[in-house]
């Protein structure tokens, strides 16, 4: 499962002190996140009693001004919802297991994951942000893949020698969890592989915890001389406010692309209107939609599914409103398949 992340300074920074401040200060607020259902219910308005919330073994975490963007005294908010841990999660479903996607069949190395051809996955930390409810590596034993300082060298070495593969994919957990200096080193070692053409990130940090994008962070990315595409993920609307508007604003002059994924997720954005005004929210940012993804069958989320009959009439009812560019791809991430299936 996602773990919290070291709230340790690095310990080799040149950075100016106000660099530092400012680099402490996202770990700050990750360190102040909620984690107690009844703190956050309470901070809304509402009575834990009349929520469905309840202990799992998926801990609870949600930044302070990720919870500001949701309503006060609303138990249906669609922000809530993704983060509050719920009795349903308790349930057992066939079919909803704890590797959903076949994670553990794609390991090249510990740390590398592969599953397509010419692109491979960094398992770069176990620590997210936030803690989503419907998070399909919620079981993921990261203790065993993180790819950490050692586990690093190994693979790198597997990169270079393995020229088939042209890009790589900085994943998590999130890594932008990483400390600036953890992150420039990755970067920097991928940037120096020859038979590289670009490094993607995935991270949805720039949207639930947006002082992470600070100005430490945009130099680190800067200093990657191949195309980085970003990968956000947002799931609504709501989600992006000003403070994230302009952490997007900021990442935009450092990524060649600047995508987004989503998972279509019951109760919260599963309605033809809330996919475009989530396309239309996040183009005003400057993001544009890449996958909707259908639930992965993780233990613990069949709460969220909504069936591919429904998915498609949301998403052909939500193309007859928006620009094609603005639809995005409906897929599922299928075990063993060699991309992700188009539904
Ligand atoms: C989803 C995924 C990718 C990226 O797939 P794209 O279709 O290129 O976005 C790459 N590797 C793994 C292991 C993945 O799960
Ligand atoms: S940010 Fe991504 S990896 Fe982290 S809990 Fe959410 S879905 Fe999972």
Redesign the pocket.
């Known amino acids: 499962m996602p773990q919290t992340a070291s709230t340790e300074p690095d310990k080799h920074s040149m950075r100016s002190a106000q660099e530092q401040l400012s680099q402490t200060s996202w770990q700050q607020a990750m360190a102040e996140a909620y984690v107690q259902p009844a703190d956050l219910l309470q901070d809304l308005g509402l009575d834990p009693l009349t929520t469905d919330a309840a202990a799992t073994t998926f801990p609870m975490r949600v930044p302070r001004s990720y919870a500001a963007r949701m309503a006060r005294g609303d138990p249906q908010d669609p922000l809530l919802l993704q983060v509050l841990p719920g009795r349903a999660e308790l349930l057992a479903t066939p079919g909803f297991n704890a590797d959903p ?1 076949g ?1 553990l069949n ?1 390991i090249r190395v510990p740390g590398l ?4 051809a010419g ?3 960094i398992i770069t930390t176990g620590a997210c942000a936030v803690h989503c409810r419907y998070c399909f590596r919620r079981d993921f034993p990261y203790g065993e893949q993180l790819a950490g300082k050692k586990r690093l060298a190994a693979l790198m070495e597997t990169l270079r020698e393995d020229t088939s593969i042209t ?1 790589v ?1 900085l ?1 998590g957990g999130d890594p932008l969890s990483l400390t600036d200096d953890r992150l420039h080193d990755l970067l920097k070692g991928l940037d120096q592989l020859p038979q590289l053409q670009r490094i ?1 990130i995935h991270t949805r940090t720039p949207i639930v915890l947006p002082e992470r994008v600070n100005n430490s962070l945009i130099e680190v990315l800067q200093q990657v001389r191949k195309p980085l595409v970003t ?1 956000l993920h947002c799931n609504h609307a709501n989600e992006v406010d000003a403070r994230v508007s302009r952490a997007i604003s900021l990442l935009k002059p450092c990524s060649t692309s600047l995508l987004n ?1 989503a998972v279509l997720l019951k109760g919260i954005n599963d309605s033809a209107l809330a996919l475009v005004d989530l396309s239309e929210k996040l183009f005003t940012a400057g993001v544009l939609p ?2 909707l993804h259908q639930l992965d069958p993780v233990a613990g989320a069949a709460h969220f599914a909504v069936s591919d009959a429904k998915a498609r009439e949301y998403l052909r009812e939500a193309a007859t409103r928006l620009p094609g560019y603005l639809v995005p791809r409906l ?1 599922r ?1 299928q075990a063993g398949a060699a ?2 299936t188009p539904l």
């Open positions: 996607v994670d794609s994951l592969q599953k397509y692109r491979a996955l890009e994919i994943s993607r990968v994924q890449y996958y897929v991430e991309a992700k």
